[in-house]
């Protein structure tokens, strides 16, 4: 079994960066790609655990139909990363069971 990442970010993509961090970490990557590319290429094996069983899970369709890829961004939960273009200074975390929701606003953090 490989340890490398199994995505990689082609050459002709690293002129322009930015910095995010996931769980702490970061990451300097292209600027325009998804949040799940990204967090893929810089090697995460697992975005959030699931809801029954904490078990752990990653992005599968990576076109926003199977919502594996469920991340907090910026403190706002249940973002799905292969949606979310990557901006300078962003904030993301892995999202441990189901989302604290608690009327949330789409887009601002919860309290």
């Not at 990557?29 to 799940?36: D, E, L, R, W």
């Not at 369709?61 to 199977?66: A, R, W």
């Not at 990557?86 to 601002?108: P, T």
């Amino acid at each position: 079994m490989t340890t490398e990442p199994l995505f990689s970010i082609p050459r002709s993509l690293e002129s322009e960066t930015v910095t995010i961090t996931f769980e702490g970490k970061p990451l300097m990557v292209p600027a325009g790609i998804s949040v799940a590319a990204a967090l893929l290429a810089g090697g995460a094996h697992d975005f959030r655990s699931s809801v029954v069983g904490h078990v752990p899970r990653a992005p599968y369709c990576m076109m926003g139909v199977c919502f594996e890829c469920l991340v907090e961004i910026d403190g706002v939960p249940a973002r799905q990363s292969c949606l979310i273009p990557v901006k300078d200074g962003m904030q993301v975390r892995r999202q441990i069971g189901a989302a604290n929701l608690n009327g949330a606003i789409y887009g601002e953090k919860n309290e």
